[in-house]
């Protein structure tokens, strides 16, 4: 069973103690998205299960309109609104691994099961997106992230591990 234990920062100096997790998923947790103001989180897990929480109350929010238009800091769920896009642009049996959304915003960079890296434009909701995109690694891609300007990805994957940095160049020309 996956759980989530959320420590608090600010108190750095105690020792570890325990806070009660938050439980939810049946399976191990992949990824944990917080929201812009630390109030919630997004998780989800092996089985591509999504859970919304309430980090004040410590309990699972039923409804994931509450949190629809939710500031998050960060996005690297691989399920929710803003990535129904390229799971459309997947063939049977290819499953999300790696998105992680452009510091300013406006990209959504992916890596799927059967190596391919993919770049979209962010939000990514519409049916068979266009993107742009390359098959470097031999199977799973583990991780992709931009960097802190957004100039620069890194991925990684591969029955042999691969590290690999690109270059975010004319990504998507408007004519």
Excluded at 120 to 143: F, H, I, M, Q, W
């Amino acid at each position: 069973m996956g759980l989530l234990h959320i420590l608090d920062a600010q108190d750095w100096r105690s020792s570890y103690s325990p806070s009660r997790p938050l439980k939810g998923h049946p399976t191990f947790v992949t990824h944990i998205d917080w929201s812009g103001d630390s109030k919630y989180i997004q998780s989800t897990d092996g089985q591509y299960n999504m859970i919304n929480w309430d980090i004040e109350k410590k309990l699972r929010i039923s409804d994931p309109r509450v949190l629809r238009d939710a500031d998050w800091h960060i996005y690297s769920c691989t399920t929710g609104y803003p990535v129904i896009g390229p799971w459309t642009n997947m063939e049977n049996g290819t499953q999300l691994n790696a998105v992680h959304r452009s510091n300013y915003r406006d990209f959504l960079l992916t890596g799927d099961s059967r190596g391919r890296v993919r770049l979209y434009k962010y939000p990514c909701a519409a049916t068979k997106p266009e993107y742009r995109g390359v098959k470097l690694y031999s199977n799973d891609v583990t991780a992709a992230n931009f960097l802190y300007d957004d100039m620069n990805v890194i991925t990684s994957g591969g029955s042999s591990p691969v590290l690999a940095l690109w270059a975010v160049v004319d990504a998507f020309v408007s004519s």
